[in-house]
Nanobody, 115 residues
């Protein structure tokens, strides 16, 4: 089992920045990819960014150039630096870790961007 705990969400004005963190514990040896997903009210959960164990990132078109995903394998933590936030970025952000055919999810952290 892998446990994921997110932190760093909050309320920010449009154009502002936030940094999300996700700390993994438990059977971390099984983790390969990690990433961030988000779910806005009334919408389906969508991919924001993913990162491989080697550090290669992949982004949704809507966040390219504004968000950066990074990973510190020594701390078993993945980060999401979010710059130039927009009201449409408002959502609950979920951390994901996958490996050995299993997906793990955190409980989510709320990001609210005011206009």
């Amino acid at each position: 089992q892998v446990q994921l705990v997110e932190s760093g969400g909050g309320l920010v004005q449009a154009g502002g920045s936030l940094r999300l963190s996700c700390a993994a514990s438990g059977s971390i040896f099984s983790i390969r990819g990690m990433g961030w997903y988000r779910q806005a009210p009334g919408k389906q959960r969508e991919l924001v960014a993913t990162i491989t164990s080697g550090g290669s990132g992949n982004y949704a078109d809507s966040v390219k150039g504004r968000f950066t995903i990074s990973r510190d394998n020594t701390k078993n933590t993945v980060y999401l630096q979010m710059n130039n936030l927009k009201p449409e970025d408002t959502a609950v952000y979920y951390c994901n870790a996958n490996g050995m055919g299993i997906n793990y999810w955190g409980k989510g952290t709320l990001v609210t961007v005011s206009s």
